[in-house]
């Protein structure tokens, strides 16, 4: 089974970076690396994805080193808006395959902004 | 587009009882999965969906059936509810598209069985 490991919380305060890093040593060859939020009581929300690398949209950045076994989620000038659960995945590749199907999350890392 | 809708949105359930908990999704996603999710805890995978007359067994798959007979809809059935399956029940579908697996959750269902 491809399985994650995350830091179970991190505290930060208002304004500044925050930086989640997700370790991922079975990651298959195909496999993306998805980044999920979750907020309480509610379901899961995408926040990025990324192959290798680097990859940035309007919300966050995806680190990705060239041997693929770990990424850093990087959210730039937080806000209390932004404590939530953060969840690192990617496709189980205990059948060899990317196309099984099987995503399976971490525990996910609770980050609690401070003001 | 509605995107994943799950109903009920809560259910209370005495031990032995079985439901059935609907999913849909009107993205024409081929990826559906179900989640549960204790107080406190990460979500865990019971069953997924691969595309149509295709399921398969996640982390925790005992207690629950799916069937996957359009590709639209993904119910979950509770066989005998237990205490142990008082949980959030999260359904999800994704596009695959060769590893991407962006998954788009609908709102959970709230069971609790006494």
């Known amino acids: 089974l491809a399985k994650t490991t995350q830091p179970i919380s991190m505290d930060s305060y208002e304004g500044q970076e925050v930086n989640i890093t997700c370790s991922h040593n079975n990651i298959a060859t195909n496999d993306y690396i998805t980044w999920y939020q979750q907020f309480p009581s509610q379901g899961p929300r995408f926040i990025i994805q990324g192959y290798k690398t680097k990859v940035t949209n309007e919300v966050a950045s995806l680190f990705i080193p060239a041997d693929r076994k770990s990424s850093t989620l990087s959210l730039p000038r937080v806000s209390l808006s932004d404590t939530a659960v953060y969840y690192c995945?990617?496709?189980?590749?205990?059948?060899?395959?990317?196309?099984?199907?099987?995503?399976?999350f971490g525990q996910g890392t609770t980050l609690q902004v401070k003001p | 587009n509605a995107g994943v809708t799950q109903t009920p949105k809560f259910q209370v359930l005495k031990t032995g009882q079985s439901m059935t908990l609907q999913c849909a999704q009107d993205?024409?996603?081929?990826?559906m999965s179900w989640y549960r999710q204790d107080p406190g805890m990460g979500l865990r995978l019971i069953h997924y969906?691969?595309?149509?007359?295709?399921?398969d067994q996640g982390e925790v798959p005992n207690g629950y059936n799916v069937s996957r007979s359009t590709t639209e809809d993904f119910p979950l059935r509770l066989l005998s509810a237990a205490p142990s399956q008082t949980s959030v029940y999260f359904c999800?579908?994704?596009?695959?598209?060769?590893?991407?697996?962006?998954?788009?959750f609908g709102p959970g269902t709230r069971l609790t069985v006494t």
């Open positions: 995945l990617v496709g189980d590749t205990h059948q060899g395959s990317s196309n099984t199907g099987k995503l399976i």
């Open positions: 969906s691969v595309g149509a007359g295709i399921t």
């Open positions: 993205m024409n996603h081929e990826y």
């Open positions: 999800a579908s994704s596009p695959r598209t060769s590893g991407r697996v962006e998954q788009y």
